[in-house]
């Protein structure tokens, strides 16, 4: 069953096809252009109603199977294409991809609860805090695919009364407002994942294109009043992609409904009247063709723009723009005309199909669970709250020793003992420290490297471009710290502070970043703080210099703040001057020349990846590149 083709529509699809691109290449541009994707979803939800009911009208009945093998053709052929070539070049391309995440991200994608799987990704520090995966934009996939297996029910059941139209109409209006209020209820500002990637909070844009479909008839008695309401979305749906506030809290209060209801507002002019100026525009050529085979330009655009990175391409902002776009279009032409056509024309056989979307599908799912190997055993400690403080701790002494440790009167006997303090990028190396003693120098090692937390903490913080916060642990640092030293009691502590130290924060209401003296100072203070906890009953006291790093890149292929090597310049000089003043003689350690051999970020080291996403440390990066370096002057200090 088909309907009418109307290439107005087309274009409209190519449009928000294009500010879905723009806003992930150059956000500056179009701010809202992620918006895009509500334009698709109304599309969708106007097209397949609207096939629903004249199926219905033209033979009496609505065939769920069919419908259901039909979106299987259009759809599952090129995701699986899609997912075939992230798994197989992600390793290589894209060593910032924590494999176990994406194995997981592959397997959401084909089995469309991606969506779902983008939100729980947001439980874990590494994952919430990594670059994105190449795989999430497949959560609209998701939802459109969700849709699409429970709306042909309801609206089976809704043929069934005796006018089903309005019928169809009012479960539309009722799920959209239950939507709208959902958006509402649970959006949180530091973790908007929940309300962003729901099919329930971002299910009214496919209910307003629903209902277009189902009053279509009343619409197209009132041309005065719908073409009125289409200059009134044109100039919402304008002002919202190209107005700043990004996505900003009034997206979930009423935002996302209003763009929906805009969308639909256009669409219904574009269909009803596809002889107007604005139709007969978006009816030229080339946007009906980009319209065309936008479903596979959405689909791979996403990882494409990831590996034609500034870092690999060498260019940046327009132009690195304009060549993601034309790679896009590329890979997405040959998508639409050697996969998507043949496989929906008539001619090819049903078996012959099947059998290849099976094995497709079984290769797939074979690569994403076998070929991506799993990630590292060892799990990071979650906290939730802070520490409760023990008794036998205390507040731990505010006077240093000044004292080595192979001098302390009754020092133990065995092997010197190492506490490994900091962030995240600390527990990494705790984590994967060798336990072949002839590597790690016979040294036994205590990991309390905590994720999410440096000695910043300063509340309000931008992380990645967005508004950040710490989390709820970060505040009891001195309290940690002291604890762990008292109750660890070693002979060298190894402190490794990266990240939350660069970002920019607020401090006596402005924002400010190290290297500027205001933050300086206080910094300074922090980290002098931090030595005299964890010298205070004696032990040698090891500063690490931060590496270059390269989390991810700005959507223009620049660098965020955090990631810049001036930031890591200035937290290393910051770490000298402090280590020069302190009584306690703390050593300063150049871990960034280790992994940074050539004064810039590397990924590899003599061969061996050593970062495992830009920022943490590897297994083989730890075992064969930093201990071999560390561990000797470790012991050095623990013995001298």
């Not at 090891?542 to 200035?570: H, K, S």
Request: charged share 15%; proline share 8%.
């Amino acid at each position: 069953m088909s309907l009418r083709h109307l290439p107005p529509l087309d274009g409209l699809r190519a449009v928000a096809l294009c500010a879905v691109l723009v806003v992930h290449g150059m956000p500056a541009w179009v701010p809202g252009g992620f918006l895009g994707v509500d334009v698709f979803f109304v599309l969708s939800g106007f097209l397949i109603t609207s096939l629903l009911l004249r199926e219905a009208e033209l033979t009496g009945r609505v065939s769920l199977g069919g419908f259901w093998l039909r979106r299987v053709r259009r759809l599952l052929p090129a995701l699986t294409l899609l997912v075939l070539a992230v798994v197989v070049a992600a390793p290589s391309l894209l060593p910032e991809q924590d494999p176990g995440a994406l194995r997981t991200d592959a397997v959401a994608a084909l089995t469309y609860w991606a969506n779902w799987r983008m939100v729980l990704r947001g439980g874990d520090y590494f994952t919430e805090t990594a670059a994105a995966s190449p795989l999430q934009h497949t959560w609209s996939l998701a939802i459109e695919e969700q849709f699409y297996l429970l709306w042909p029910v309801l609206i089976l059941f809704a043929l069934r009364a005796r006018r089903p139209r309005p019928l169809i109409g009012a479960l539309c209006a009722a799920g959209f407002v239950a939507s709208t209020v959902a958006a509402a209820v649970l959006y949180d500002p530091l973790h908007p994942g929940r309300a962003y990637f729901g099919s329930d909070t971002r299910a009214a844009a496919l209910l307003a294109g629903c209902a277009l479909a189902a009053a279509s008839a009343v619409v197209a008695r009132h041309p005065t009043v719908r073409r009125g309401a289409a200059v009134a979305g044109m100039v919402l749906l304008a002002a919202f992609a190209v107005l700043p506030g990004g996505a900003g809290a009034w997206l979930y209060r009423g935002g996302f409904a209003l763009t929906a209801v805009a969308a639909a507002a256009v669409l219904a002019e574009l269909a009803a009247a596809p002889g107007t100026p604005v139709a007969r525009l978006l009816g030229a050529a080339p946007l009906v063709w980009v319209g065309r085979i936008s479903y596979g330009g959405y689909l791979w655009h996403w990882p494409l723009f990831a590996v034609l990175d500034a870092a690999r391409t060498g260019l940046s902002g327009p132009r690195l723009l304009a060549l993601r776009v034309a790679a896009t279009l590329a890979v997405a032409a040959a998508s639409f005309y050697l996969v998507e056509q043949p496989l929906r024309r008539p001619g090819t056989g049903r078996l012959r199909w099947a059998a290849g979307l099976a094995a497709g599908l079984a290769a797939a799912l074979a690569a994403a669970l076998a070929a991506v190997a799993p990630p590292p055993a060892v799990a990071p400690p979650v906290l939730t709250a802070a520490p409760a403080a023990q008794p036998s701790t205390g507040p731990a002494p505010s006077t240093v020793s000044t004292t080595p440790p192979a001098a302390r009167a009754g020092r133990r006997p065995g092997p010197p003992r190492v506490m490994v303090i900091g962030d995240s990028v600390s527990w990494t190396l705790g984590a994967y420290w060798p336990a072949d003693a002839s590597v790690s120098a016979g040294l036994t090692l205590a990991n309390e490297g905590v994720q999410g937390c440096g000695i910043a903490v300063l509340p309000e913080l931008r992380y990645g471009g967005a508004p950040h916060t710490n989390y709820p642990y970060c505040a009891t640092w001195e309290s940690r710290w002291g604890g762990s030293t008292t109750s660890q009691d070693p002979d060298v502590v190894v402190i490794l502070l990266d990240r939350w130290e660069l970002m920019d924060r607020k401090l006596d209401g402005q924002w400010t970043h190290v290297g500027e003296p205001a933050y300086d100072t206080y910094l300074s203070a922090q980290l002098r703080r931090a030595v005299d906890l964890t010298a205070a009953r004696g032990a040698r006291v090891a500063l690490l210099t931060a590496p270059y790093t390269r989390r991810q890149e700005r959507p223009n292929g620049g660098l965020w703040p955090e990631d810049t090597p001036a930031r890591v310049d200035a937290w290393n000089r910051l770490l000298t001057e402090v280590a020069d003043s302190h009584p306690a003689r703390p050593v300063v350690l150049d871990l960034n020349r280790v992994l940074c051999p050539d004064g810039a970020f590397t990924w590899r080291v003599g061969g061996v990846q050593v970062r495992s996403d830009g920022l943490h440390l590897t297994p083989d990066g730890v075992q064969r590149v930093v201990a071999p370096w560390l561990a000797p002057q470790l012991l050095r200090l623990a013995t001298t």
